[in-house]
């Protein structure tokens, strides 16, 4: 099987795990990526479902590892991997000064990406007809996992601590949606500027789109590399559906305000989130992708992942076969439009660890 079809499966089925304590921490719901584990297939690190309904079913079997670090992967008894996992790292050790673990206000995704959510309470979150059925931003802050707002120098001496002794090499910031027109573009930037001046790492925000496109510039100028502005789904009525509140800003403001976005960060640094499995067709995905490969845009597609506590815990994730009808085609699309995710200077599409995405980039064959 091909390392992007192996990929593809495991993150479709998740997989079972003969000592769960293995690697870096998971944890079960909260923001994501939540019920997942990282594991380094070859030389890829990806994202792979360990809590989920799917992975307690799961064919794939990790083995506990050997002397070496390595585990063997099998299916139905025969081995088909060889896998290592990422570490705990070493700032998860530390404290600030007012004595707040560094890991609840940023946390390792993949094997060296730092990972945030400024603002843990969303407008959105805060209503049950508006939220996001697939979010569950506000169950790490319940639990005691996290704090409700990060604030930038907190950012900046994680991040800090977090280059220096564990070779992070970029940062993802990501915010629940405040009130008001910047929708969070505000507070992403303050934390940029605190958290540059402190130390040089590449840094992705994320946010709705900004009422007024002025703030793509502020932001830039404040230190964020690359932006990301989620779209989940693509057509209408999945948007109504899955992410009611969120539904209420048209698909036309996305397209205007990726468009103004380009002319700030450049083609391949603005991005979009799609998770492929909430009822949108590989057809609409693909239709999408070709889009916004034309606008500059990177289509950042995910399986879907039913994370537990959820209004979607019990929603199937898609399959790997669907997976590969949108994956195979995307990544050649991708390459034909001049934007590969190795070129990304920070952030989600850049990390790759959630989708196969990057791996289907690198196969060169017609779609």
Request: glycine share 8%.
């Amino acid at each position: 099987m091909l390392e992007s079809d192996l990929i593809n499966d495991l993150q479709t089925r998740g997989m079972r795990l003969v000592d769960p304590r293995v690697g870096n921490e998971s944890r079960r719901g909260g923001a994501g990526p939540s019920d997942h584990k990282a594991v380094t297939i070859g030389e890829t690190t990806v994202m792979v479902p360990v809590h989920t309904a799917p992975a307690f079913e799961s064919p794939y079997l990790v083995e506990a590892p050997d002397g070496a670090g390595r585990s063997r992967v099998t299916r139905d008894g025969a081995e088909v991997a060889r896998v290592r996992f990422p570490s705990r790292p070493r700032f998860y050790d530390l404290k600030t000064a007012e004595g707040v673990p560094y890991n609840q206000i940023a946390v390792l995704h993949s094997r060296d990406v730092l990972a945030t959510t400024v603002l843990q309470t969303c407008i959105r979150y805060e209503s049950r007809k508006k939220t996001c059925q697939f979010c569950s931003i506000g169950q790490s802050l319940a639990a005691g996992r996290t704090i409700a707002h990060k604030t930038p120098w907190q950012l900046a001496e994680v991040a800090k601590a977090a280059v220096d002794l564990d070779g992070v090499r970029h940062m993802v910031m990501t915010t629940g949606t405040p009130k008001g027109p910047d929708r969070g573009a505000a507070v992403l930037a303050e934390s940029a500027r605190a958290i540059k001046a402190a130390v040089d790492l590449p840094i992705q925000a994320q946010c709705e789109p900004p009422e007024d496109d002025a703030w793509h510039q502020r932001m830039k100028d404040d230190g964020v590399d690359a932006l990301g502005m989620h779209l989940e789904a693509v057509t209408q009525d999945v948007r109504a559906r899955i992410m009611p509140g969120k539904a209420s800003v048209p698909l036309e403001k996305y397209y205007s305000s990726f468009e103004a976005a380009v002319k700030v960060f450049g083609r391949g640094q603005v991005s979009t989130y799609i998770l492929a499995g909430l009822g949108d067709s590989a057809q609409d995905i693909l239709a999408m992708g070709e889009r916004l490969c034309a606008m500059g845009v990177y289509p950042f597609v995910v399986p879907f992942v039913p994370i537990s506590g959820t209004p979607l815990e019990s929603h199937p994730a898609p399959s790997a076969d669907f997976m590969a009808s949108v994956l195979r085609p995307l990544g050649q699309m991708i390459v034909t439009a001049g934007m590969r995710s190795e070129d990304i200077k920070a952030g989600c599409g850049r990390c790759g660890a959630c989708s196969a995405l990057s791996t289907y980039e690198k196969l060169k064959v017609p779609a």
